[in-house]
């Protein structure tokens, strides 16, 4: 009785959600049941689940007192409820109060319908610059223009480039037409050169030291996807004293670079002081490897000097095995454990939660041998959630089973922020196979602002397996 109550809450939010005004009287057995079925015991839970509890974080999010954090879930809710009801998404997306951050969710819902609703895509584009021009503060307002830009070059990139160059602040100018540049020199070239060149010596006249280092570190990542050595190039104007800056510049060129050069990549990201942008750069460089090598991948993993980041690459590369060469995600899924079991605490259980999930796709019981180790509570229900979340093989009672363990073992823990961050990460590994259960878990989150996140990563969680399914 209790789930199909539940699941009849549910059916009312969703159909409150489409402009119904039935009561709860009049939702007949047959439409309660059908709703039941999605929940433990049958089958996964669908799109349908997903779009009511996306319907609860909304209601949740709007009663958040805090104006900044009511536009920032509604935001990711909005994000999230894209996926399975556009129209809606664009609702949430339009009741956002703060204009810039209006601007940003329109700009990002623009470029997820891109493809598969492309009026939706322009209307929302359209809509996401006008709040950009509303946004009072200048500087503000020129970041807001620029994520417009940058999203409007995939599907109008000469309306993008007009945009662009309308943008007051400098730097983001630069930015934006260096995005442009990027998406003209798929199909446009000569223009595409003629940009950059716009967009580098605009930078490089930026007056203010800061300033212009900010500039050209914006030119010179949005430049790193598609001419990399000009990035690198644009990157050695940074000043000096930032190394960090010009390291991140070569890690996105160094990950480009290996799609065609894996040698010259692997110079390149060994040649970053830094250690840790070092350990990062190797690191994506081996899962651009494993598309096509997964022994070199391994080796370049290897490479990495510092445990936690060289445990994570394995783990990395395991999940990313796990279909195309199981025996070598086997393998590297076990080197990965083995690593990180030897880090001490409390860096430890970190590179723990990050492995278990990619080693859980191909051992399951040595992902969940290895998270029932950890003694810090939290980490430990985290990386039982994501040996949860995993899937296990496509075993829905068994990610079911481990993902109530993490939940029972939230609800154990004594300080509440941790408690509810608990909770939080069970709940969403625990939707997919018991949505009832995880609403009742996230609904008993005190904190408003963690609860409608709670329950947007459970609809997230939900619809991620929908979404990876073939069409038929």
């Known amino acids: 009785m209790r789930r199909v109550l539940l699941w009849a809450l549910l059916g009312i939010a969703a159909a409150a959600a489409a402009g119904s005004t039935r009561s709860f009287a009049e939702f007949t057995l047959s439409e309660v049941e059908g ?162 060149s716009e967009a580098c010596g605009i930078a490089r006249g930026v007056a203010d030291n800061q300033k212009r280092d900010v500039a050209l570190f914006r030119v010179a990542w949005a430049l790193a996807a598609s001419a990399p050595e000009r990035a690198l190039e644009v990157a050695s104007s940074i000043d000096k004293r930032k190394p960090t800056w010009r390291a991140q510049v070569t890690l ?77 995600s086997r393998q590297m899924a076990g080197e990965a454990l083995t690593v990180a079991q030897g880090i001490k605490e409390p860096r430890r259980g970190p590179v723990m939660v990050a492995v278990v999930g990619a080693v859980a796709a191909t051992d399951p019981q040595a992902a969940l041998k290895a998270a029932r180790s950890l003694t810090n509570p ?28 993490a939940l029972g073992a939230a609800r154990k823990i004594a300080a509440e922020t941790e408690r509810a961050e608990a909770v939080s990460a069970a709940a969403a590994a625990l939707a997919p196979t018991d949505p009832e259960a995880a609403l009742l878990a996230a609904r008993g989150i005190e904190n408003n602002f963690q609860r409608a996140l709670t329950l947007r990563e459970m609809a997230a969680a939900i619809l991620a397996p929908v979404k990876a399914k073939p069409a038929q």
């Open 35 to 196: 709703l039941r079925m999605t929940g433990k015991g049958q089958q996964p839970a669908t799109a349908t689940a997903a779009k009511a509890i996306l319907e609860e974080a909304r209601a949740v999010a709007q009663r958040l007192g805090d104006a900044e954090l009511r536009a920032r879930a509604l935001s990711l809710v909005a994000q999230t409820m894209a996926e399975t009801d556009p129209a809606q998404a664009l609702n949430i997306a339009r009741s956002i109060g703060d204009e810039y951050q209006r601007s940003w969710t329109l700009h990002l819902l623009a470029g997820k319908l891109a493809q598969s609703d492309p009026a939706r895509s322009r209307a929302a584009a359209q809509e996401a610059i006008e709040s950009a021009q509303r946004v009072g503060n200048e500087e503000q307002r020129s970041m807001a223009l620029l994520n417009v830009a940058c999203s409007l070059a995939k599907t109008d990139p000469q309306q993008a480039l007009a945009l662009a160059r309308g943008i007051p602040d400098d730097g983001a100018r630069a930015s934006a037409l260096a995005g442009v540049a990027c998406a003209l020199g798929e199909t446009q070239a000569a223009q595409s050169q003629e940009v950059i």
């Open 252 to 328: 996105a060129a160094a990950e480009t670079v290996a799609k065609t050069d894996l040698q010259k990549a692997v110079q390149m990201a060994s040649g970053i002081e830094d250690p840790w942008w070092h350990s990062r750069a190797l690191r994506q460089v081996a899962l651009v490897a494993a598309q096509c090598d997964a022994a070199r991948a391994r080796e370049i993993a290897r490479m990495i000097e510092e445990p936690a980041e060289r445990a994570r690459a394995l783990g990395d590369l395991a999940g990313a095995l796990a279909q195309a060469a199981p025996e070598e």
């Open 378 to 405: 939290v980490m430990r229900v985290r990386a039982l959630s994501a040996v949860a979340a995993a899937r296990l093989n496509g075993d829905a009672e068994a990610s079911r089973q481990v993902a109530e363990e």
